[in-house]
């Protein structure tokens, strides 16, 4: 190992060129960029996914995605006067007090064009890519309830016309919506359903001219609803499937207030993103007329499923956003308060904070961008796993963030003079919408689990049968494991993608995904079908999931940034070694349990508590204070 | 060994008087007022025989017998004035105000004991411990390690032991009081002391055995008993009960009970209801009953409706539909099953029942009052309507014995479990 990067380290002396130690890095950002103008097809290229198997694809991450220097002078243009108008013009305090957004505010934000900023240029949006749209993601986020409007309005509300939508439908809607003329809103939840599609109750029926559809029914907690001109809506049609049988099947609808019909209930008084319009819309007998079904008629789950899963990873840089305004505010706390004669910021556990926001902000940049870069490469490449670990990753760490800085601070993140407990209450909406961090973690951990089960079936099944072959390639295997303990992925040494500084992160990396890997394979061979389940399993395989993808995004981010030099490049790399082995502890610990038993793992006793307190509907244990004599 | 033995000892002790008294308990739920009397003299001899041998009571019987009838006498003149706690506890003041020397004591303790239930102090802790209080202090201890090596005042101990047993059998649970008096009469280590050593291990330790409790004082409104019976049976925090019929009485008829309305009460669950929702409706449901259920010493009677199992025929597996969930597979595509190592379910033979869709409690279990319930029901479940309803009652209606008019005396604390009884007739 170290030999190995003695003589890597003697070549680049020799060559002169520092940047030598990457060469492998180099020649795939070449064979990628070459890949770039030609490639047209949809890749089946996956990152997350191969993890499944033990396998680092790492053209897909290695580089880290870079935006070339026309793009970065584009967006540093949009940066400038978006962060301008929020630093001077937005008042985060009088919004949350007063839940509304002023109209000059809303004003402001139409004219920087935020309103539409992933709207291709030609129906007049700004045609960002996701990484600009990341990137100005974190400014926004600076007011929770600016960033929930603008994301309700574009993230969702009018993401079905533009992913799904046909021409006349963009050209007619999508101008007004971009420059905010329109707002827009989607609307999928009803009172008894959240993610089941079964019970849907908003129901369109064909009028007998068959021209127009109407639609009647409820849905709840719509952001914007109060606002939007424009509703993606999702409900029930009756659709003749291919046996010829009657079947009610969802479609989606762009339903205009105009059409009539529409109502709606007064703004839901929350907690966190107070200014952002949340409240109940009623269609009674609403008419729209056929082109505004969305795809096609039938075909609503796949757009629903489309709009949800495109929109996640945007969560990240929002997230970093955050907590970077928040290190801020409170090292300025931090190094001015006196204790003892020493200030906050020389005390152990205060530190320790400080480093708890830094890498959590590090590592959901690392991945906020990594993501969106991979999302931005030709072809639609299927990302919605790594966007959906984003989200996961960055609304929780934002959570720990938000609570750690509120501990900083004592008593004054706790009083409304000061903006910290504002951050807090709007940041756990987070763990809560786009899907429910829970149920992500089933998402994450099941679309993983079906590609590998596709590819393991066979030699599980051998395996069952008790093939000898195969049982023998088996031992050998796992006595070749044991003689040689490196786990070699080949994301070191000479062709290795990762700047030597990182190696040793590199190699818990690998480490872990190797065994990740056969862990995946002997959950399929325990649980089958049936893991899907095994929730607490889900949970942890997802934990993990997350973790090494985090850990692949600061490797390949640090390696970047110390091979072309950027700014305190060493604090990365610190970062990212910090990281890498708090990781490793953290999958190392999940993996052995995962290798054990329910009982043994403490799940059964888990549920068995938590069924013993359900049937009750209560805490069971007498009081402490009780007595029988 | 010893320890094993002794309590095994204890277990009989305990629990064979129970079976006795259940049996009996049970027999006489039909015929209240039976013969409490008797009832205690099987107890005492079911109890005689697995007594101790070293509890000697060769003598004690015929004397006991011949003096009972003084000292029930002395009860009795009592029980003519009133049978109150007041009163019993004069008789006991009478008693050890007659003779300094207490004599006679045993003979009144035995007899004052078989009169607690007429008095209705059988469950009153401070009367167990003022009987207690007759026994002479001091006298009894053991004063040297012979009379402690043998058995000390066996009938005395022996009496004080019945004395404590009676209060096992009611669920009374001793008190600091109650152990005070033992030392003063045996001393530590007696006969008596230990059995109430051994009431204060187990007696907390079972106190809250049954996961679900019936309250010591059941409601006295029918409505309300049925009530509290149908949430207990339904088992199902979120069925809600529904009075299809208050009971009414139309008082100024000279002839009640053909105007009296009887209560009809049943409950419902949601999942109950989808269930009748499902339910195929050229297929007959079945109201069925009485069924009995306990609550203490008292029998209520509820009825079902249920309908016969789904055929396997019928039962149409439906598959998950791929566009259900927004945001996770609910089913993976794969064809590998559940490891046999990782297979915890155990091997259980299941025969399937059919589904029960409500339960009910009425004061009259006729075909007309059930009628009521099935029409109210009917609002809320329109299958019913279309279904037919095939009434499948016992012949042999029973009125609901309250608590109030129950069997005094006998079993406390336990559920009786109801004899067994075919309660379906075709």
Redesign the interface.
């Known amino acids: 190992m170290s030999l190995n990067r003695l003589v890597v380290f003697s070549k680049s002396v020799r060559c002169k060129n520092l940047l030598t130690p990457l060469i492998g890095q180099f020649r795939s950002v070449t064979t990628i960029q070459s890949q770039r103008s030609f490639r047209t097809y949809a890749r089946n290229l996956v990152y997350a996914k191969d993890l499944f198997l033990g396998k680092v694809n790492k053209a897909e991450v290695f580089p880290y995605p870079e935006i070339d220097k026309e793009e970065l002078e584009e967006i540093k243009q949009f940066v400038g006067p978006v962060e301008k108008f929020f630093n001077e013009d937005v008042d985060s305090k009088r919004i949350d007090h007063e839940a509304k957004i002023p109209s000059e505010t809303l004003n402001g934000l139409k004219e920087l064009g935020l309103f539409g900023m992933q709207v291709p240029e030609e129906y007049g949006g700004l045609g960002l890519s996701n990484t600009m749209y990341a990137r100005l993601g974190e400014i926004i986020s600076l007011d929770g309830s600016i960033a929930v409007t603008l994301a309700a309005h574009q993230a969702i509300g009018l993401k079905g016309i533009l992913i799904a939508g046909n021409e006349q439908q963009k050209v007619k809607y999508l101008p007004k919506l971009a420059a905010g003329q329109h707002v827009a809103a989607f609307c999928l939840t009803e009172p008894g359903s959240g993610s089941d599609a079964a019970s849907i109750q908003t129901r369109a029926t064909l009028t007998e001219d068959g021209k127009h559809f109407l639609i009647n029914g409820s849905k709840i907690w719509i952001s914007n609803g109060g606002l939007a001109d424009i509703f993606t809506v999702f409900a029930r049609t009756e659709v003749v499937d291919k046996d010829g049988q009657k079947k009610d099947k969802i479609t989606a609808f762009i339903v205009e207030r105009e059409f009539g019909g529409v109502t709606n209930g007064a703004p839901e008084d929350k907690l966190g993103i107070r200014g952002s319009n949340t409240c109940e819309v009623v269609f009674d007998n609403t008419k729209v007329p056929i082109e505004n079904v969305i795809g096609e008629v039938g075909g609503g789950f796949k757009v629903a499923m489309n709009i949800l899963n495109s929109g996640r990873f945007s969560m990240g840089g929002a997230c970093a956003g955050m907590i970077k305004k928040l290190i801020e505010l409170t090292s300025e706390y931090a190094g001015t308060r006196k204790q003892f004669n020493k200030s906050l910021s020389e005390f152990g556990m205060i530190q320790e904070k400080f480093a708890t926001m830094a890498l959590n902000a590090f590592v959901m940049e690392s991945m906020a961008y990594l993501t969106a870069g991979m999302m931005d490469r030709p072809g639609m490449p299927d990302c919605s796993v790594e966007a959906a670990m984003v989200k996961v990753f960055s609304s929780e760490g934002a959570w720990i963030c938000v609570s750690e800085a509120l501990q900083v601070l004592g008593g004054l993140g706790y009083v409304k003079n000061y903006p910290f407990e504002r951050f807090l209450r709007d940041c756990r909406i987070l763990l809560i919408f786009e899907g429910t961090n829970e149920i992500l973690r089933m998402y994450i951990a099941l679309t993983g689990m079906q590609y590998a089960g596709k590819i393991l079936t066979g030699k599980i099944k051998e395996m069952k049968k008790g093939n000898v072959g195969v049982v023998l390639q088996m031992l050998g295997k796992k006595v070749r494991e044991s003689v040689s303990s490196t786990v070699d992925l080949g994301l070191t040494g000479n062709d290795g993608v990762v700047h030597p500084s990182l190696a040793d992160s590199a190699k818990k990396f690998e480490e872990n995904v190797y065994y990740f890997g056969t862990t995946v394979e002997s959950l399929l061979y325990r649980y089958g079908k049936t893991i899907v389940d095994e929730q607490l399993v889900l949970k942890r395989v997802a934990d993990v999931l997350i973790n090494l993808y985090a850990m692949t995004a600061v490797l390949s981010r640090a390696s970047r940034s110390i091979s072309i030099g950027l700014r305190n490049h060493d604090h990365e790399v610190l970062l990212a070694n910090t990281f890498c082995s708090d990781a490793y502890f953290k999958n190392n610990f999940l993996m052995a349990q995962l290798q054990k038993n329910a009982p043994e793992n403490n799940d059964d006793s888990m549920k068995k508590i938590a069924k013993e307190v359900l049937e009750k509907r209560a805490y069971i244990c007498s009081h402490p204070l009780e007595r029988t004599f | 060994m010893n320890c094993a033995r002794r309590l095994a000892r204890i277990t009989i002790r305990g629990f064979a008087p129970y079976a006795t008294v259940t049996a009996r308990e049970s027999a006489k739920c039909l015929n209240p007022y039976g013969s409490g009397v008797q009832t205690l003299r099987a107890f005492h001899a079911g109890f005689g025989h697995l007594k101790d041998q070293s509890v000697s009571r060769g003598d004690g019987h015929p004397r006991h017998e011949g003096s009972l009838v003084t000292h029930d006498s002395l009860f009795e003149q009592a029980a003519v004035e009133a049978r109150t706690k007041a009163m019993f506890n004069r008789v006991l003041e009478v008693f050890v105000r007659k003779d300094i020397r207490r004599r006679g004591h045993v003979e009144f303790i035995y007899a004052a004991l078989r009169k607690m239930p007429e008095f209705g102090v059988e469950r009153d802790i401070t009367v167990y411990n003022k009987l207690l209080d007759v026994f002479p202090k001091e006298v009894f201890v053991p004063r040297n390690f012979i009379q402690r090596m043998f058995n000390h005042y066996p009938r005395q101990q022996e009496c004080a032991v019945q004395l404590l047993e009676q209060m096992e059998n009611y669920g009374i ?1 001793p ?1 600091v009081e109650t152990k005070v008096l033992l030392v003063q009469i045996f001393g530590e280590k007696s006969h008596p002391m230990r059995k109430y050593q051994r009431l ?1 291990y187990w ?3 079972f ?2 055995t049954n996961p679900y409790p019936v309250p010591q004082d059941l409601p006295q409104d029918p409505l309300d008993l049925a009530r509290l019976s149908l949430t207990r049976v339904a088992a199902d ?1 979120d069925a809600c009960v529904t009075v299809y019929q208050m009971p009414s009485t139309d008082v100024s008829e000279t002839i009640v009970a053909d105007v009296s309305l009887p209560y009809v009460v049943g409950i419902q669950s949601p999942e109950q209801r989808s269930l009748l929702a499902k339910h195929n409706a050229s297929r007959p449901v079945f109201v069925e009953g009485p069924f009995p259920l306990w609550l203490r010493k008292t029998c209520v009677y509820y009825y079902v409706l249920r309908a016969d199992p789904v055929p396997p025929e019928e039962k149409v597996q439906e598959p998950v ?1 791929p ?17 046999l ?2 297979d ?1 379910s155990f091997d259980v033979d299941e025969v399937e029942e059919g589904p029960i869709f409500a339960m009910c409690m009425a004061s009259r279990g006729d075909q007309a009052t059930l009628a009521k319930w099935i029409a109210g029901l009917q609002q809320t479940n329109p299958v019913l309507g279309r279904a037919p309803t095939l009434f499948r009652l016992e012949s042999v209606s029973r009125e609901i014995q309250r608590a109030g008019e129950s069997e005094p005396g006998a079993e406390p604390g336990l559920e009786e479990e109801p004899p067994h009884r075919q309660a379906m007739k075709q």
């Open positions: 649970l008190n204060m007696f907390p330790k106190k809250h925090p539909d566009e259900r969930s927004f945001f996770y597979p609910l089913e993976l595509d794969l064809d590998l099953e559940r490891d190592g990782d915890d």
